[in-house]
């Protein structure tokens, strides 16, 4: 019994109708072959929807043929969606009775985060400094190039503002005690298995690529904001103001000097602090509208292979470059990778 699995943005997809080449030659083959649809968007709650629905498919499928063996094959994010279905119906034992072929999958991986504190206290502070002086900009009609900039970062902040609103709508129903773990947990690709996955991928790969540079803004975002909510980094950074206004009123040259060292030297970082978790909460988009909000409690990246041990199978670069479109999308067409889905399969009399 196969089940396919499409990715996101893919309801119809091609490969999964019962006349693609690899459908085809799986029924040659003498299996059963069953398609699942899911909604394809690309949101943590979608997929999250998605791996309940198909785990429901599962169980009917184990119901309905208790000694037939079973195999989920699916591309791109339908693979996180089978991962997380698999683990669902796991046996009492702790053993998954299905096995899954994964293609081009990005295997999404989730760490817990918390801003809480000082950091929170200066985020907070800025991010309302922020909004309220683009607004208060916007509506005096901006005319230097500074004003521009803040009237667009206040817009930029907002707007993930915004979509950090939506995710909350989209989970609402989960939100409520121990909901960080949930959400990470729902999130967090389950440990994998020899046994249980097999991962197939191909080189040069544009969706991990995609992925991959939207975590290295995330990261590097992320970086400059433990270094800017530092205690001690503000400290100094308060300090040295105060210093310099000192001395410059010893001197004589206090008044407008002193201004000008207080407002730049304690609000210019603060409003950077804002800007580097604004870039760090929208990098986090690529995983889904949802993923800002996932972003306020969890880390989350997209790597090559899930968390445990799988089998792995990597394509040579030539394996796809004399195909036409993406190297993402030609996997399932693959003669090479046909042949070793149908060796691995290997359907019993029962199949």
Known sequence: MITLV?????????WTRPDSALSTSLR????????????????????IAAAHGLAEHLRQQLTEHPRARHW??????????????????????GRAPVTTVTLATPFLHARSRS???????????????????????????????????LVLGGGVFAAILA??????????????????????????APTARPDEIVVIRAAG????????????????SAAATRLLTNLWFWTILIGLPQLAVVVATLVGHGGRMAFNLLIYGFTA??????????????????FGI????????????????PPGTATLLQLEPRASATRRGLAHSSLYDDEQVIRHILSAVRPSPHN
Do not use: K, Y
């Open 205 to 220: 790969d544009e969706a991990s690529g995609l992925l991959a540079a939207g975590q290295f803004v995330g990261w590097l």
């Open 290 to 305: 949802d993923g800002p909000f996932a972003g306020l409690v969890a880390s989350c990246s997209a790597e090559a292979a």
């Open 163 to 188: 979509l950090c609103a939506v995710g909350a709508v989209l989970h609402r129903r989960s939100l409520g005690p121990g909901w960080r773990s949930r959400l990470i947990g729902a999130v967090h």
């Open 269 to 286: 970082p603060g409003l950077v602090v804002v800007a580097v978790v604004t870039a760090m909460a929208g990098s986090a988009v690529v």
């Open 72 to 93: 989920v094959i699916a591309h791109s994010h339908g693979g996180n969606v089978a991962l997380h279905a698999a683990d669902q119906v796991r046996t009492a034992q």
């Open 115 to 149: 801003i809480t504190g000082w950091p929170l206290f200066v985020i907070v502070l800025f991010s309302v400094l922020l909004l309220w002086s683009a607004s208060a900009t916007a509506v005096t009609d901006p005319r230097s190039l500074a004003d521009a900039a």
């Open 28 to 47: 040659q083959a003498g299996c059963h072959v069953t398609r699942f649809a899911w909604s394809g968007r690309n949101s943590h709650r979608a997929r």
């Open 6 to 14: 499409h990715g996101t943005f893919a309801r119809d997809a091609p």
